[in-house]
């Protein structure tokens, strides 16, 4: 056999197994939050105990819908309403009740003099259905916020 009818089948047989049909996306289903934003809620309440470099903030969340995914963020917010630069941030999932959330930040971090701001959000099947109304954080430290309220999503 010569070798030309062996690299013609080889191409072919290349180009059918490359144009074989891509899998088809699973539609998004209803209920329990995906398996990796659960892991990543579980893994931020086991925190451990407080290290003496870092400053927390905590409290409690209300209005949360069970299976919701709640991303905190504490932000360094411009003249414009704008934030520039993340300085700590925390993914809960919601239950339905008051959620208890603490974030932990490096006060080193913290800059002197700008309006720092504790945002929130809260989203489910991937749409934005509420929103935590902004929380100056005016210094570096250990703070208990106490019940905050999340509002519905313009």
């Known amino acids: 056999m010569s070798l030309r009818p062996l690299i013609l089948l080889s191409v072919f047989s290349l180009l059918v197994a490359c ?10 289903t209803p209920g329990p939050a995906p398996q990796q ?12 105990p407080l290290p003496a470099y870092q400053r927390e903030l905590s409290g409690t969340l209300q209005g949360v ?3 919701a995914e709640v991303e905190l ?3 360094v917010i411009d003249e414009k309403d704008r934030p520039q630069q993340l300085l700590a941030s925390s993914s809960l999932i919601g239950n339905n009740q008051v959620l208890p959330f603490h974030l932990r930040f490096n006060p080193e971090s913290f800059p002197a003099g700008a309006r720092v701001e504790l945002r929130g959000r809260a989203s489910q099947s991937g749409q934005l259905i509420l929103h935590l109304p902004s929380q100056l954080i005016s210094q570096p430290t250990t703070q208990a916020l106490g019940q905050l309220q999340f509002v519905k999503a313009p």
């Open 19 to 28: 144009g074989s049909d891509a899998p088809k996306p699973q539609p998004p």
């Open 37 to 48: 934003a659960q892991k990543k809620a579980r893994e931020a309440a086991e925190l451990g």
């Open 65 to 67: 819908p069970a299976g």
């Open 73 to 75: 963020a504490l932000l």
